[in-house]
T-cell receptor, first 113, second 106 residues
């Protein structure tokens, strides 16, 4: 299994609070991705990174920001969480982009009350 | 934006049956992925293909680029195959289908 972890695995928070999710990899892969998964929707890309300090927006980036200061860590921040951001968040990594296998983390279940 | 459609959305079958899950997409792609999501939520990549056919154990994936269609087949299905199977296509980024929930009954 690819070495990819997410923390926390579960979080309950209140509307308006900031939340940061962490993705950590030990594979030294260049590309890292944040997705959200909601019922009735496929996985949707929030942001991705193509290197340290290099990031780009995905299709559902509003309300989210990311940072990558080290190859191994990709952080997703909800500056002011809303109930619509209740979701399961998956981090993924790949060695190449875009035509490469992606390896997924175990997911973080976030509930915003 | 590529539209990815999977069928069926849900599939229940008896152990041992031959399973087919279909995926169609709207715009030309450079590669197609099949993923498996276990009941516990973990996502595993099964195949990435851009032409022809690939086989891994009891799983076979095919793609027809001209018809913009791919199929995932499972031979001799087993209850441990019960999962959600997700199709995703690559143009500049991955676009995912909503998945097919497969349940295999012993």
């Amino acid at each position: 299994d690819a070495g990819i972890t997410q923390s926390p695995r579960h979080k309950v928070t209140e509307t308006g609070t900031p939340v940061t999710l962490r993705c950590h990899q030990t594979e030294n892969h260049r590309y890292m991705y944040w997705y959200r998964q909601d019922p009735g929707h496929g996985l949707r890309l929030i942001h991705y990174s193509y290197g340290v300090k290099d990031t780009d927006k995905g299709e559902v980036s509003d309300g989210y920001s990311v940072s990558r200061s080290k190859t191994e860590d990709f952080l997703l921040t909800l500056e002011s969480a809303t109930s619509s951001q209740t979701s399961v968040y998956f981090c993924a990594i790949s060695a190449l982009h875009p035509n490469a296998e992606q390896f997924f983390g175990p997911g973080t279940r976030l509930t915003v009350l | 934006k590529n539209e990815v459609e999977q069928s069926p959305q849900n599939l229940t079958a008896q152990e041992g049956e031959f399973i087919t899950i279909n995926c169609s997409y709207s715009v030309g792609i450079s590669a197609l992925h099949w993923l498996q999501q276990h009941p516990g939520g973990g996502i595993v990549s099964l195949f990435m293909l851009s032409s022809g056919k690939k086989k891994h154990g009891r799983l076979i994936a095919t793609i027809n680029i001209q018809e913009k269609h791919s199929s995932l087949h499972i031979t001799a299905s087993h209850p441990r195959d019960s999962a959600v199977y997700i199709c995703a296509v690559t143009d500049e980024k991955l676009t995912f289908g909503t998945g097919t929930r497969l349940t295999i009954i012993p």
